[in-house]
């Protein structure tokens, strides 16, 4: 089990660890359905997909000097990839806590805050919301 998430873009070209802070992931499962009232007073259930999000508060430099991490122009690059069909694309490979591979997309909105009163370099660190969905049913 490592400590951060590693994100990869379709094309290999921009890839990145980024630390995650204990007790900032929350995990959503949600399913899709409606349960809507018959004429004859039953219930008409309409059952729909399964999909799962991870919202994040990842802790990222300015400019990274540790080897293989990412910085933060390079987590907002990643969020801003708005192309599911280009190169790269918008869907991304996303190495969990636990080694295990996923499609994801980054979704809704990015959020940073700066820690500390540096705001360039290596000693600028900042606190980044993220919410990752997972593609398909794969991590259900």
Same mark, same amino acid.
């Given at each position: #089990?490592?400590?951060?998430?590693? =994100? ?5 070209? %921009?890839?990145?660890? +980024?630390?995650?802070?204990? @007790? @900032? ?7 899709? #359905? *409606? !349960? ?8 008409? &259930? ?31 690059? =990643? +969020? ?10 918008? !869907? =991304?490979? #996303? !190495? ?6 996923? *499609?994801?997309? $980054?979704?809704?909105? +990015?959020?940073? *805050? $700066? =820690?500390? !009163?540096? &705001? ?5 660190? %900042?606190?980044?919301? $993220?919410?990752?969905?997972? $593609? ?5």
């Amino acid at each position: #089990m490592t400590s951060y998430i590693t =994100l990869t873009t379709s094309d290999s070209g %921009s890839s990145g660890k +980024f630390s995650v802070l204990y @007790g @900032g992931r929350q995990r959503e499962i949600r399913k899709n #359905m *409606s !349960v809507d009232p018959t004429v004859e007073g039953g219930e008409d &259930i309409t059952f729909g997909g399964i999909h799962e999000t991870h919202a994040y508060t990842i802790r990222v430099r300015h400019t990274e000097s540790r080897s293989g991490y990412g910085n933060l122009a390079l987590l907002e690059y =990643l +969020f801003k990839l708005n192309n599911p069909n280009g190169v790269p694309s918008s !869907v =991304l490979t #996303m !190495v969990d806590h636990f080694g295990t591979s996923h *499609s994801v997309v $980054l979704v809704g909105s +990015f959020s940073d *805050s $700066l =820690l500390g !009163v540096d &705001i360039t370099g290596s000693e600028a660190w %900042s606190l980044v919301n $993220l919410t990752i969905k997972y $593609l398909g049913n794969e991590a259900i």
